[in-house]
């Protein structure tokens, strides 16, 4: 079988003992494992199965079908939504009329089986009306090019005869239920239909016999346009040329950034950047423009995308970003102005009021593709359905003519009514969602709690350090917990300019750019002052103080880049504002700290970025400092063994008598990274459980 085709994965061994619904989540989940046959969230299963009513113990004919916002994928049996066919079939009855469809996704609570709390989606009538045990319904790139080209009704019978069936665009709803119903009535040997603009439905009367012709038409229509596109240059042939891998990264840091302060306006976006062959394909063609501007055709596609992309304006020949950094103010004002429009041109009387008219898709020629969403998740799945939006066009374009959606039906689709309660729906957004912070240091107790604690509020964190195996610890166990979405580490020595402005560089890259800086690499040392040597003042002068600056400058340029404010968080220490014996190259270091930070904050406030410190003290679990010699200085000093001695000693120490722990310091962090001290610099905050030397006032 040639590699770009399909496997049937389906093992019957395995599915043999197998109840019906268990046999349907096995279907799912194989048919949402790869993306070539449905997009991340997009298409949809379903089973009618007999069951015992709750009520009455009688059997009943029961459909089970994915639930509304679910992906198959990845979705477990209670991601399925179960409906009595018997009042489903009810609703037949009441129906007025595809002027009032809408009024009947209402009622489809009322059809619900065994209390199940799993809201029925929009495209249940579609399921249910098939007379056909089980359904399939899924959105192939393959299949929607055929879906999408100006003569689809044609191409589908030139490729499928008599076995799959074509029906013309109709938005998802009750309406297009009754037409499948109709159609498989009229048509009992065909095991399936190509709906226009929109995806494939097969059907079976038993869960393999569903998935089989699932399989089959989809590779059939992959290899008819292979052979009908072969030799054939894609998208009109090539105008540009790709940068080179390290120039396209180079770029793309420059102008996410920059976008990303644009179309933040309403809550803060993050980026997501694409470079793979079939982007860069898309993006170097000569009729990238006219193809992008005529928008995508199915509405997953389009839903997740907008109505079109916006086209940078950038030459990879003379590869001048300041130029097309200039100009994008001008392209991101005239995007929103024909997006307005657009909304006025097919508003109705009822429609919601206009969201943001931001672009969602960014194509830069030579360099890829950037999108923004509100959350890396969202962003990066929106790029996911483009590329596929550039995978039908490809085809589409090369054996037809490919249509987008007419514009006020994909107007009707993005304002849709029941979409806009949808969104009403969704939960309020955590405190930090949407923002990114870059916390060096980041593989340390302190580090790692506090990226923990800004993650927990939405953030995505850029976790940074130099050791580099700790570093891949912490970040396999970060994701494992937030998702790969929500973290990114780099190696990064703080004390080299290059490798800082790199680390930055490769956090615009992964999330746009970045909102908070925890800076928070360090040592500590022990010393009486003749012992001090200078290299040991100076690798303490490199580290927390260098470092600090390097790190604070760097992200100065890229808040004002950004325009969006931003917050600085620096972890100094109780030492750099109450003096200890034997450690004066550590105090003064901290001390160096702490007065750089009250200058950012003067220098900071005219652009909205606040600067401020976190003072520890004595934080010894999970400490990367509270190893080696300076334990081993530290417990000398005080006549005790090993750690939880030395931690009792500290404790007593302090006016509370309580240990600070790094989820303490990780706590003030946040305070300082979230919007409940906006109106907060060039403050100190001490977190050492009580130190009377360190008072600041």
Known sequence: MPANRLSNLWDESRAASMSEPERLLY???????????????????????????????????VLWVKGSGG??????????????????????????????????????????????????????????????AHVDHMHADAIIAIAASANSRELTREVFGDRIGWLPWKRPGFELGLWLEAFCRDNPQADGVVLESHGLFTWGDRARACCDPTIDVINAATAWLEQKTAGKPAFGGAVHGSLAPAERRRVAAALMPAIRGMVSGAQPMVGHFDDSEAVLEFVNARDMKPLAALG??????????????????????????????????????????????????????????????????????????????????????????????????????????YRGLPEQEAFDIEYWLLEEAKLQRMPKPKSLAGRVALITGGAGGIGSATAQRLAAEGACVVLADIDAQALGGVEQAFAAKFSTDAVHAVTMNVTDENAVAEAFADACVRFGGVDILVSNAGIASSSPVEDT??????????????????????????????????????????????????????????????HLARCLALEGAPSGIRVNVVNPDAVLRGSKIWTGEWLDARAKAYGKKDLSELEEVYRERSLLKRSVLPEDIAE????????????????ILNVDAGNVQAFTR
């Open 668 to 683: 003030a962090v946040y305070f300082f990274s979230s919007e409940v001290s906006s109106k907060s610099t060039g403050n």
């Open 27 to 61: 279907r799912s989940n194989l048919l949402g494992s790869d993306k070539r046959i449905t997009n991340y969230g997009g298409g949809n299963t379903s089973a009618k199965v007999i069951a015992a009513d709750p009520l009455t113990g009688a059997d009943v004919e």
């Open 533 to 594: 040597t200078l290299e040991l003042w100076n690798r303490n002068m490199d580290i927390l103080s260098t470092g600090y600056f390097l790190v604070s400058r760097e992200a100065f340029r890229l808040l004002k880049r950004q325009n969006m404010g931003g917050s600085i968080v620096f972890i100094a220490s109780k030492n750099g504002l109450a003096a200890s014996p034997g450690a004066s190259a550590y105090c003064a270091a901290k001390a160096s700290e702490i």
């Open 71 to 132: 992906d198959v994928g990845s979705m477990k049996l209670d991601g399925f939504s179960t409906l009595y066919m018997e009042k489903l079939n009810a609703l037949k009855g009441i129906y007025r009329g595809v002027a009032f469809e809408d009024e009947m996704v209402a009622l489809l609570p009322h059809c619900t089986f065994n209390l199940n709390p799993r809201a029925a989606s929009i495209d249940t009538p579609l399921h249910a009306f098939v007379p056909r």
């Open 296 to 401: 995508t055709s199915c509405p997953d596609h389009f839903l997740r995308t907008k109505i079109r992309p916006l086209v940078v304006d950038f030459d990879p020949a003379k590869a001048d970003v300041e130029v097309t950094l200039a100009g994008l103010s001008g392209a991101v004002a005239a995007y929103r102005n024909d997006y307005a429009a657009y909304y006025e041109r097919c508003k109705r009387p009822d429609s919601p009021p206009i969201r943001d008219p931001n672009a969602v898709v960014w194509l830069v020629p030579g360099v890829g593709m950037i999108t923004f969403a509100k959350d890396k998740a969202t962003a990066r799945i929106s790029a996911e359905f483009y590329v596929n939006a550039i995978n039908v066009m490809r085809g589409a374009s090369a054996v037809s003519e």
